[in-house]
């Protein structure tokens, strides 16, 4: 268990070298720890008896369990946590007790009292002290009486009966606002919320949540908290000065309605929230993140948990984001760099700039402004690894580069190019240029309306294509099917592998085809007749005097298939009816 334990540490402060980050989920997160060692002991004694009872590890789980729970509520009193959760307790003590019963061997010797003496007084102390507890969580005046007794020691008394309490003892702090100012906050010991107000000039008050065991001695202990607002010209600074342990702030700020101000927020422990604002912000180090209904740009660096931005009229910036990042209603430039997590960008009206590894990405619904990049390109991922790629609704070009990652793209209204390996590559609907170039990964591409080259070592499936296209690969098989008429010429190489073509019947093309060990097969073209042993063929078909399209096809050692496009349809729906 502790070789599990560190190993688990090691890979976590791998991925996230970010050392506050790591501190602070581990605070939250540490009875994982307990709740692991309750499953070895109990997994001990079900395979070979050691420990000769569950019961301990049933109960060292309860605990993890019942202190996690509290770490996610946000609940610190130890006595209200056992009032509350007691139960749990009981249960996997009497749990304990009934699987040692039925899990009892013969060779294990005499078996146990379900109920001893020991385990009977064990169940009275849990279900009293747990009742008692819960009574003396909701009384005040016995913290009251327990403040003279313990009051010697100080901090331990406040963690052990305390519970966390809001103070709001200072007014707010008015001042005004000079044109173009600049806001710096720092040093705050908590969440950050800001938004636009009706008054006409800025608001900033400081809400106190701190931990103690009655409400006088959080209103003492707040007296030593106070905000600090330092003007300098157009540059406001904002910090809390305190003294002492355990608490935490909010600090709010109104600015007036139509105020342009931008701002500087660097490590705040909580929550970082701006809305309705008019100015250019940089987020450093933040927790969370949730921009909304700002007029300017927004910079968010190296974010510790998620980020949220929406209503953006702006450039937008994230990057180093290990949490997940969304991005939404942005009239402006946008760049992400990620480091896993699942980032969504949809709805934006100019150039997308992304890269991101070991995660997830979907970018959905953009446009691109007045001004584009190269070949009309909106879309531009670039150096991405390990990840999942969505990209759907496109008006415009998009570029993908991206290694060991599976790829969909669809409805793209421009050209597309990616560059990919290892993974599956899926494409419907492009409606401008295609390239495909993949290594060690199958490609399907679908609805294809303008030229299209495909270069693979895998699998290669194209269907409902227009033409010209041209599909090149060494170990894996080709098949092309289309319902349209060729309106280009379609070439084909393959090196080890399968051609398979399904045309429509009535489809002028003149065909070029030569395998050099392999067989020539076709099918539904009554003008077109091959000998048994015959890998060659060149033939014009259905000619109407134009030139038609050239359907040219190479395979080195393997089969070559032509076939009419309603005898293929037939051939899966005789397969479908087997079956069934």
């Known amino acids: ?54 019961g301990g590890g049933l109960m060292l789980t309860a605990v993890g369990g019942i202190l996690l729970a509290a770490n996610l509520r946000g ?3 130890l006595l209200f946590i056992f009032g509350r959760y007691w139960f749990w307790l009981l249960l996997a003590l009497i749990a304990g007790r009934v699987i040692r019963q039925y899990t ?27 009742l008692a507890a819960n009574r003396a969580s909701a009384s005040s005046q016995l913290f009251s009486r327990l403040r003279l007794r313990l009051g010697q020691f100080g901090d331990v008394r406040d963690y052990v009966f305390g519970d966390q309490q809001t103070v709001d003892d200072e007014p707010a702090t008015t001042f005004a606002l ?35 065991v009655t409400e006088e001695d959080a209103r003492r202990a707040a007296q030593n908290i106070h905000l600090q607002v330092t003007p300098a010209g157009n540059l406001y600074q904002f910090s809390v000065s305190a003294e002492g342990k355990d608490f935490n702030t909010t600090l709010i700020l109104e600015l007036p309605r139509g105020a342009r101000a931008g701002f500087e927020i660097e490590n705040p422990p909580g929550r970082v929230k701006l809305s309705g604002l008019r100015g250019d912000h940089t987020l450093q180090n933040c927790d969370r993140v949730e921009v ?30 290990r949490r997940d990042v969304s991005l939404h209603e942005i009239a402006g430039a946008v760049t992400l760099e990620a480091q896993g997590g699942s980032a969504r960008i949809e709805q934006i009206t100019g150039l997308v700039t992304a890269r991101v590894n070991n995660g997830r990405v979907e970018i959905h619904d953009v446009r691109g402004a007045a001004v584009t990049g190269a070949a009309g390109r909106v879309i531009n991922l670039e150096e991405s690894r390990n990840s999942q790629v969505s990209v759907r609704n496109i008006e415009g070009g998009v570029a993908i580069t991206a290694s060991r990652s599976r790829i969909e793209a669809e ?7 990616i560059a990919s390996s290892s993974e599956r590559v899926h494409v419907n609907r492009v409606a ?86 392999g067989k020539l097969r076709l099918h539904g073209f009554p003008d077109l007749d091959v000998p048994r042993h015959q890998n060659t063929i060149l033939a014009t078909y259905s000619s109407n005097g134009a030139t038609p399209p050239l359907l040219s096809l190479r395979s080195t050692n393997g089969q070559i298939s032509i076939e009419a496009s309603g005898l293929v349809l037939a051939r899966h729906e005789e397969q479908d009816d087997q079956d069934k």
């Open 1 to 54: 268990m502790l070789g599990v334990a560190l190993l688990g540490l090691g890979v976590f402060f791998f991925v996230t070298p970010e050392r506050g980050y790591v501190l602070q989920v581990l605070v939250q997160f540490w009875p994982l720890f307990l709740i692991l060692a309750g499953v070895v002991r109990v997994t001990g004694h079900l395979i070979d008896r050691h420990p000769r009872s569950p």
């Open 75 to 77: 609940e610190h009193s």
């Open 104 to 130: 009892h061997r013969a060779e294990d010797g005499p078996r146990p009292r379900t109920l001893g003496l020991g385990t009977v007084l064990l169940i009275l102390l849990i279900v009293g002290g747990g």
């Open 178 to 212: 000079p044109p173009n100012a600049r806001l710096v906050i720092g040093n705050v010991y908590g969440d950050v919320e800001v938004r636009g107000g009706s008054e006409p000039f800025a608001r900033a008050k400081l809400i106190k949540r701190i931990r103690a």
């Open 292 to 321: 909304i209904d700002n007029v300017g740009r927004v910079t968010v660096n190296n974010p510790r948990g998620p980020v949220q931005l929406s209503r953006i009229q702006g450039e937008v910036s994230v990057t180093n984001a």
């Open 411 to 417: 409805g793209i209204n421009g050209d597309l190019t």
């Open 432 to 517: 401008g240029q295609l390239r495909i170039n993949t290594d060690n990964g199958t490609v399907e591409a679908e609805d294809l309306r303008s030229v299209a080259t495909i270069e693979a070592t895998r699998d290669v499936a194209v269907r409902d294509f227009r033409g010209p296209l041209n599909v090149t690969t060494r170990f894996g098989n080709i098949r092309l099917a289309t319902n349209a008429e060729l309106g280009g010429d379609v070439h084909a190489v393959n090196q080890h592998g399968r051609i398979q073509v399904a045309l429509p019947g009535n489809s002028s093309f003149r065909l070029d085809a030569s395998t050099v060990f």
